[in-house]
Structure formats: structure tokens, C-alpha cells
């Protein structure tokens, strides 16, 4: 198997996790594509992935998995043990709608945030992104709104249950903590009063499938390289 991303990346930390926690670790080959030299918005990515994003998983069979939801699904069933995504039909769907909200409430608009409001990773990505719409950086900013009110929904949350789905650690949780990852470096950060989302965050980052691996921060390394 083979996955095709950049280390340290927020989605693909999201998979780097889960191989950690299934032991999968060495079960796949990693590919790196060159996300700042746009070489995933040429035309021998799209054809693994048209939507032009990193992860993606290449199963020996040739079948191709985009979608970070997907591809932990495929991991967390491998061997009939899904510790990540539920078990019964009730934490399946708990699990699916607070990643759902994780996604759609911070990992997404961080990213159109990052690239549209900010410096994102440079030039050369940014001219594949609207370069035509002034609006954007407008949009990007709108997005960066939503990300600080989601924090206030999530840190009200985590004062009645430890992770977002309930008693364990799952998916969801994966989802909310690259996001953040991805608002540190976008300038986006926690308040200190929010201690709950603050706890969380530590009791997520100590876990053994977690743990050092938010230090590998190539994204932070790329853009200190492009000098912002
Ligand atoms: N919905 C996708 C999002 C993937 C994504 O946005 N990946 C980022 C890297 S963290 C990317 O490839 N960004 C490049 C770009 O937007 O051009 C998933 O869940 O995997």
C-alpha cells in the first residue's frame, strides 16, 4: 500500500494517527508530493485524486482512496476491530456527525482560511486557488471567523465529556485536533480561558498514537523555508 501526502501536514496527520493507533505504521510506503510546487494540481495527481488534495491511499490492487474519513475507515476495519470509527450503530453515528462537525466547523474553513487569507504555501499554489476572484481573501477571512466560533461550541462541549464523541477517543477527535494544528500556524489560537478545548488538546496529544508525532511539524518548517 502507498500513501501520498506530505508529512506533517494537517490531513495527513490525520492518517499518520491512525496508523499509529491500528499499528500500521509500516504496513504502507509513504509518497511525498510537492504541495508547495503545486505538483498536485498536475495532471498525474488528478488522476489519483481530482480533487487535487493529499492523503491519498493507493491499495496494491490499484484501487485509490481520497478522503481522510475513507481512508481511517479502511485502516480502523482492516482487522475487524474498529477502535476509531464505532462499533455498534449508535457510536458509528455519534462518531460520523461530531467528525462531520470537526470537519466542517474547523479542518475545512481553516484551510480556506490559510490559503486565501493569509500567505498560505506560496505563489505558485496560490495561483490554482480563485486567482481570478477578488472576493477571496474576503471569503478566506469569513472562514477564519467561523473557525473562532467553533471553538466556543467545542470548548462548551468538552465541559461535559472527555472527547467529542463521548467516553473514547475516536475519529472525531482526530478531525478536531489536526484542525487545530493547522489554526496554530495559520495564526488562528485557543484562548487561555478555554480550558476545557485546552485540556482536551493535551489529553489528545498524550495519547501513545499521538505523541510526537505534533512535533513533526513540516508545515511550520515549509513556511519558516518561504520565509513567512
Ligand atoms: N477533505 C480532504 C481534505 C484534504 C486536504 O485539504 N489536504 C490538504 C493538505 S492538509 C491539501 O492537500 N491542500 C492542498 C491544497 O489545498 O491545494 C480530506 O479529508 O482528506
Known amino acids: 500500500m502507498k500513501i501520498y501526502d506530505r508529512p506533517g501536514f494537517p490531513n495527513p496527520s490525520r492518517i499518520r ?18 504541495l508547495i ?5 498536475q495532471a498525474a495527481f488528478l488522476s489519483k485524486n481530482p480533487s487535487g488534495v493529499v492523503p491519498v491511499l493507493e491499495l496494491d ?10 481512508i481511517t475507515e479502511y485502516f480502523d476495519n482492516l482487522d475487524g476491530n ?10 458509528k453515528a455519534v462518531i460520523h456527525m461530531m467528525q462531520r462537525r470537526a470537519e466542517a466547523y474547523v479542518t475545512d474553513p481553516i484551510g480556506l ?35 473562532r466560533a467553533s471553538l466556543t461550541y467545542f470548548n462548551e462541549l468538552l465541559q461535559s465529556r ?16 489536526a484542525g487545530l494544528m493547522h489554526a496554530d ?11 476545557a478545548l485546552l485540556d482536551w488538546r493535551v489529553r489528545v496529544s498524550e ?22
Open 113 to 147: 482560511y490559510f490559503h486565501h487569507a493569509t500567505s498560505g504555501l506560496g505563489d505558485t499554489l496560490k495561483a490554482y486557488k480563485s486567482p481570478d476572484w477578488d472576493g477571496r481573501e474576503a471569503m478566506g477571512q469569513r472562514e477564519g471567523d467561523k473557525v
Open 162 to 177: 472527555p472527547y467529542l464523541a463521548g467516553d473514547a477517543f475516536s475519529m472525531a477527535d482526530i478531525t478536531l485536533f
Open 61 to 70: 490492487d490499484g484501487t485509490l482512496i481520497s478522503e481522510s474519513t475513507a
Open 82 to 91: 474498529p477502535i476509531l470509527t464505532g462499533r455498534t450503530p449508535k457510536e
Open 17 to 34: 494517527i491512525v496508523l499509529a493507533a491500528k499499528g500500521l505504521d509500516q504496513a504502507v510506503e509513504f509518497v511525498p508530493v510537492d
Open 185 to 195: 500556524v495559520s495564526g488562528i489560537t485557543v484562548p487561555a480561558d478555554y480550558t
Open 207 to 228: 495519547l501513545p498514537s499521538v505523541k510526537n508525532r505534533s512535533g513533526q511539524n513540516f508545515l511550520q518548517e515549509d513556511l519558516t523555508r518561504l520565509g513567512f
Open 37 to 41: 510546487g503545486a505538483e498536485h494540481k
